[in-house]
Structure formats: structure tokens, C-alpha cells
């Protein structure tokens, strides 16, 4: 059983930062690609950006030089950094876990809020 739990969703105030983390468990030898996506009221859930194991990030076109993601590989953890948030950016950011072999498919964490308001 494999298990995604996030971390770090609070309220902001527009201008503010948040930092959000991400920890995969169970039965997980290796995570092939791990990222956040965002769901903000009246949108789909669309990607912020989701690294392999080894090699190139996936953007998604939301990115805007105010995120930034990092992984740590043998933790099976993700964070991402959030800048200058602004209250468009109010929604549930998922944290989602891609495994192969005997765990093989996709994982979604709960997704905290992150409301941006004054």
C-alpha cells in the first residue's frame, strides 16, 4: 500500500510565500516521477510541475518563475516554494506520486489549501 501525504497548506497574505512538502510511504522501493498540481475554483486540475528520478522537469504553463519544486530522491519527499502568491492562486495544490513495478500507478495526496487573502 502505497500512501501520499502533504503538508504545509495555510492561509497567505498576497505578496507571502508557503512552502509545501510531500512524503510518499508504504511499499515503495522508487518513485519514478513526483510533482504538484493545482486546482483553483472553476478550473481543472492542472499541472505546476512534476520531476523524474533522473532527468528534466515537467513545467506546466502556471509555472512563472514563483515555484519552485525539489525532490529528494532516497527520501521518496517533495517540496514545492511558492512566491508572491496572489489570491488567484487560491486552490488545493495535490502533491501526485508516479510508481513502477509491483506498485505501478498513480498516487494523489489529500491536497492541503492554500488560501491566498488579506
Known amino acids: 500500500q502505497v500512501q501520499v501525504v502533504e503538508s504545509g497548506g495555510d492561509l497567505v497574505q498576497p505578496g507571502g510565500s508557503l512552502k509545501l512538502s510531500c512524503a510518499v510511504s508504504?511499499?515503495?522501493?522508487?518513485?519514478?516521477?513526483m510533482g504538484w498540481y493545482r486546482q483553483t475554483p472553476g478550473r481543472q486540475r492542472e499541472l505546476v510541475a512534476i520531476?523524474?528520478?533522473?532527468?528534466?522537469?515537467e513545467y506546466g504553463d502556471i509555472m512563472k518563475g514563483r515555484f519552485t519544486i525539489t525532490r529528494h530522491n532516497a527520501a521518496h519527499t517533495a517540496a514545492l516554494q511558492m512566491n508572491d502568491l496572489v489570491p488567484e492562486e487560491t486552490g488545493v495544490y495535490y502533491c501526485?506520486?508516479?510508481?513502477?513495478?509491483?506498485?505501478?500507478?498513480?498516487?494523489w495526496g489529500q491536497g492541503p489549501q492554500v488560501p491566498v487573502s488579506s
Open positions: 501526485r506520486a508516479e510508481l513502477r513495478g509491483l506498485q505501478a500507478g498513480a498516487y
Open positions: 508504504g511499499r515503495v522501493t522508487s518513485v519514478y516521477r
Open positions: 520531476m523524474p528520478y533522473l532527468g528534466n522537469t
